[in-house]
């Protein structure tokens, strides 16, 4: 019998990912979970056939360039490939393999609590129902913004952005949507897309980010666009950070052009712009968008679906490049 291909596992992994990895490969595990530096990954993955990195993880060109001749795939613990240089590994002919559609109902999930916590101001609630400041009830204290019937614009009706559609349509929202490609009229559900982004924003009383960080998407909630929603609209983005000029956004928050934002994913996470951490009208969470037992188990049984598939020569079940 073959000797089991190796694999440089760059993070902790759930234990039911981990009794697969070590049943079916030579699997070099992280149970420390230390946070690896990219010398500490290259020398980690040396002897080994194949590397499975997380978004944590910056496998830049050089990165890639770096990495031993034996790697022949990453397979990433991740739908979001923004932290690889996928053409980098194309040029090198190292196959990419990512996590999609299992993370979808949780990311949705997760918008859905954003654009409620930040419309109805739970961060501001719980936090005076937790430093015992709850006075009497009181007909004009602590108004939000109403979300049921209102108007949602998704940027980026992907999976993830459809997913928000049908949760969103539970709430008797208008959805409009910005999309590269219009979605069939199946698809679509009576949603109303528009060709280009700007001429959905003045339909936004909510706008939800759900679009992959790309050197097109990157900026895109820029001052100018912002301007462009109306007065009092609510922001949510569960894709990326860098999809958001973040003084932009803080600028609109403190001024009240925008009531809300509810936000899981930031430019430079963990270390966030600070100006988000003193603004009452920001939900903030820590990019727990998959963070589900159930979803991480399935995120890491995808992975390893995409090392099999690499492995038996056959295609893989989802790949990048
Ligand atoms: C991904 O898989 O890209 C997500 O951001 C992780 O939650």
Request: aromatic share 6%.
């Amino acid at each position: 019998m073959s000797a089991k291909p190796a694999v440089f596992v760059t993070r902790k992994l759930p234990d039911a990912v981990h009794e697969r990895l070590l049943r079916n490969y030579d699997a070099r595990l992280n149970l420390a979970d230390k946070l690896y530096s990219t010398a500490e990954l290259l020398a980690g993955v040396k002897d080994c056939d194949a590397l499975l990195p997380c978004p944590t993880d910056k496998i830049n060109a050089e990165t890639v360039a770096a990495l031993p001749e034996r790697v022949k795939i990453i397979a990433t613990f991740s739908v979001g490939c923004d932290h690889i240089d996928v053409a980098a590994c194309k040029a090198r002919g190292i196959v990419v393999g990512n996590t999609p559609d299992v993370l979808t109902d949780a990311t949705a999930d997760i918008a859905l609590l954003l654009m409620l916590a930040a419309a109805r101001g739970a961060y501001n609630g719980e936090r005076t129902v937790r430093e015992a400041r709850w006075g009497a009830w009181a007909p004009t204290g602590m108004l939000g913004r109403h979300m049921t019937g209102k108007r949602l614009g998704i940027y980026g009706m992907g999976r993830i952005g459809q997913a928000v559609a049908r949760r969103a349509r539970a709430f008797d929202m208008e959805i409009h949507y910005h999309n590269r490609a219009r979605l069939s009229p199946d698809r679509e559900q009576g949603a109303r897309f528009h060709a280009n982004a700007e001429a959905m924003l003045p339909h936004c009383d909510f706008l939800s980010l759900n679009a992959p960080a790309t050197a097109e998407t990157t900026g895109f909630l820029n001052a100018a666009r912002i301007g462009m929603l109306p007065d009092g609209a609510v922001v949510v983005n569960t894709a990326r950070g860098p999809l958001v000029d973040d003084e932009a956004l803080i600028a609109a928050l403190k001024s009240g052009k925008l009531a809300a934002a509810g936000l899981d994913v930031f430019t430079g996470e963990p270390d966030i712009n600070p100006g988000y951490r003193t603004l009452d009208n920001a939900f903030l969470l820590p990019h727990l968008g998959s963070a589900t037992t159930e979803t991480r188990n399935a995120m890491g049984f995808k992975a390893l679906d995409n090392l099999d598939a690499f492995f038996a020569g056959k295609p893989l079940p989802a790949r990048v490049a």
